[in-house]
């Protein structure tokens, strides 16, 4: 359709949208799992600081509960086999809470630093957000409309071919703005003035 007049908005040409709308999935589908990922981690990392205070307030049970075999067994109450026992079952309690702390060390890092942090603002998500964004650009892009009215030049497309990208496929001379090549030589340069007539 070499040499067709349009008008502004009509479809030039169409790019097959399937592997677009593919790309749109699957990084919608990316968006989904990022965020999902957040909101386990936040509920992880709250989980595991109720975890933490039901091991700390164990700990010190377990803590009072060695000083105090320990008073019996110096007294010769209790048998020290007893207190070695309280002794390790405490000292198992304190390397679990060391545990745990660097558990919650590692989902807080996870969650940038702030557990509170809505999850369309954690940066694993913006990126999947900018993803999601581009492939719907992309998609958008699969239909081609004159940006204005004018005549399409220099169409040599067939339906089914493909172009690669960057490729100039046709021009669309705007009614508005004329567009005009000229090739001079150089010798008829030298008569050439700002605002002089032409025929065209």
Known sequence: RDHE???????LLRIDPAP?????E???????AARALVETARATYRETLSEL?????????LARHARRQEELASRGVAPTARMEETRSDAQVARERINVVRQR??????????????????????????????RAALDLARTTVVAPA?????????????????????FSLVSDQ?????????????THVAVGQRVEV
């Open 53 to 61: 205070g039901e091991l700390e307030s164990r700990a010190d049970y």
């Open 149 to 169: 009215g004018g005549t399409v030049v220099n169409m040599r497309l067939q339906s089914g071919e493909q172009v690669r990208a960057a490729t100039p496929v």
């Open 5 to 11: 007049r349009v008008e502004a908005g009509a479809v």
């Open 26 to 32: 699957k990084a919608e589908a990316e968006l989904d």
């Open 177 to 189: 703005r004329p567009w005009v090549e000229a090739n001079l030589k150089e010798n008829t340069l």
């Open 104 to 133: 919650l060390t590692r989902l807080l890092t996870t969650l940038k630093g702030d557990p509170d942090l809505p999850a369309d603002e954690h940066p694993t998500v913006r990126e999947r957000v900018a993803d999601r964004d």
């Open 20 to 24: 677009f709308r593919l790309a749109l």
